[in-house]
């Protein structure tokens, strides 16, 4: 029997193809993870790169064709693609191209199923108004429907599991949580009394400048960097090889290395952390719900319309912020995507604003908990569709 409110059991078949090296994997796993083990859905995941969603999931073989973890039947996805049984509910994440004979099945299929393009995170405005819009096959009698995440009512919402925002909240509040964490991970603990940061970001950040005011600042910060391009960008910077486990000082900054991080444990980062700088859609929105302060590197795209997506996050986070905040915010994140060599200066005025930035991320991160989560949502704009 249901449990009240539940959504009606699906068969799901949900298409990743990785292109922003674990972003995409990412958000797809949390949201597969969400709808079998919250919803109670039958899920099968089809991945085209088993190998980078195994740096996130090591439970992965990346060499069997399918294989079950916490409920969630993954699926190599091969270009020689086998006929299958087609799901009830059809996702295809961020605009991937379906398999033909696939979509050629879905049409003789009756019932037909819900067809779903799920699309990028953006706070853009007009998302709003995209938001649900079907879209007709030009051959055959099909309709798929675009459904945006995003971050008012008008949008599918965020991939928030059930609990998260108190497990955070507990974790944050156990005074020998975090140290436990650097141990487990095998991370140089901090010193008291500095500033964390985690640093996630693309090749082109401005890491040298940003080295530079940590180093001769008038505070102590320690940087943890995962194992990836900041660590290696890092280990440039300071002429000296960092080794995950490894921790090097250069005056007031000390750079502590971490390995590579599978998702849950890359949560506790964010958690661990006085702010965060994170890059892409998953590390993105989990910082946010981290309830820390963040500055983030957004996707490189064709004629920089990253900044059109930056310039509208702000303008959705930012109004709530007294105006130094606001504007010392705004020149951090112009800054760090542009590869500015004046981030080091931005820096210092963000440190200025501090409280306001750190009692602010706290309160919207409580704001989009009550937005309800994206996997509820779109299984209850599935149902509709499937009535």
Not at 280 to 287: A, L, T
Not at 296 to 321: D, M, N, T, V
């Amino acid at each position: 029997m249901r449990a009240p409110g539940a959504p009606m059991k699906r068969s799901w078949d949900i298409f990743c193809s990785v292109v922003d090296n674990y972003g995409d994997a990412g958000v797809c796993w949390r949201f597969a993870r969400q709808l079998a083990t919250e919803l109670g859905q039958d899920v099968r995941l089809w991945v085209d790169d088993l190998a980078t969603l195994q740096r996130i999931l090591p439970v992965i073989d990346p060499d069997r064709e399918a294989q079950c973890v916490s409920a969630v039947e993954i699926r190599r996805w091969s270009k020689d693609f086998a006929a299958t049984e087609i799901a009830d509910i059809v996702i295809e994440a961020f605009g991937v191209r379906l398999p033909e004979a696939y979509v050629a099945a879905m049409a003789k299929r009756r019932p037909q199923p819900a067809w779903i393009n799920l699309e990028y995170l953006s706070a853009e405005h007009w998302v709003e108004g995209c938001h649900g819009l079907p879209s007709p096959h030009p051959v055959l009698p099909l309709t798929k429907y675009f459904y945006f995440p995003g971050f008012t009512p008008a949008t599918g919402g965020l991939l928030i599991e059930d609990g998260l925002m108190h497990a955070r909240a507990a974790y944050q509040e156990d005074v020998a949580a975090i140290p436990a964490f650097w141990r487990v991970q095998n991370i140089v603990p901090p010193d008291d009394g500095a500033l964390r940061v985690s640093m996630f970001c693309y090749g082109h950040a401005p890491l040298a400048s940003l080295v530079h005011a940590w180093a001769t600042g008038d505070a102590p910060v320690a940087c943890i960097a995962p194992e990836g391009v900041a660590l290696a960008e890092l280990s440039r910077i300071v002429g000296e090889p960092l080794a995950p486990g490894a921790c090097v000082r250069r005056g007031q900054l000390a750079i502590h290395a971490a390995p590579f991080l599978a998702l849950d444990a890359y949560d506790r980062l964010l958690w661990s952390c006085d702010i965060n700088f994170v890059r892409g859609e998953d590390s993105f929105v989990r910082s946010q719900l981290a309830a820390r302060p963040l500055v983030w590197h957004a996707y490189p795209q064709e004629g920089a319309a990253e900044f059109q997506k930056i310039s509208a996050f702000l303008e959705r986070y930012s109004p709530a912020l007294e105006p130094a905040a606001q504007s010392s915010l705004a020149a951090c994140f112009e800054a760090w995507n542009r590869g500015s060599g004046d981030m080091g200066e931005h820096w210092g005025a963000l440190r200025g604003v501090w409280p306001a930035l750190s009692e602010h991320a706290h309160s919207w991160a409580l704001q989009l908990a009550a937005g309800g989560n994206l996997a509820r949502n779109l299984a209850d704009f599935c149902e509709n569709r499937l009535k």
